[in-house]
């Protein structure tokens, strides 16, 4: 079991940043690749970035490349979601995830751990 949770999150305004942090705990972190998905109201849950075991690999999805960066800090169990020019249509529930492989990293449905995810707002 790994045991996952997020912070970090609250009420920014537009162009604003926010820096994620989601702690892990239970079995060795460094075997996992991380994941952030985020979900807003009444949508689908969609991939945001993800980072390989040692962080050699990193992907974002087009919506948000260029303005998020993933790092993780293997030292510390703990995986990172830097956000900067934040938008009204970022405000979501954002949810880290631990994978064991990182195929499929943009597929929630491969991902075999979730936090219970952090409140980002964006105000216009």
């Known amino acids: 079991q790994v045991q996952l949770v997020e912070s970090g999150g609250g009420l920014v305004q537009a162009g604003g940043s926010l820096r994620l942090s989601c702690a892990a705990s239970?079995?060795?972190?460094?075997?996992?690749?991380m994941g952030w998905f985020r979900q807003a109201p009444g949508k689908e849950r969609e991939f945001v970035a993800a980072?390989?075991?040692?962080?050699?690999?990193?992907d974002y999805a087009g919506s948000v490349k260029g303005r998020f960066t993933i790092s993780r800090d293997n030292t510390k169990n703990t995986v990172y979601l830097q956000m900067n020019s934040l938008r009204p249509e970022g405000t979501a529930v954002y949810y880290c995830?631990?994978?064991?492989?990182?195929?499929?990293?943009?597929?929630?449905?491969?991902?075999?751990?979730w936090g219970q995810g952090t409140q980002v707002t964006v105000s216009s």
């Open positions: 995830a631990a994978n064991l492989g990182y195929a499929g990293y943009n597929d929630y449905g491969r991902y075999d751990y």
């Open positions: 980072i390989s075991l040692n962080g050699g690999s990193r």
């Open positions: 239970g079995r060795t972190f460094s075997n996992y690749a």
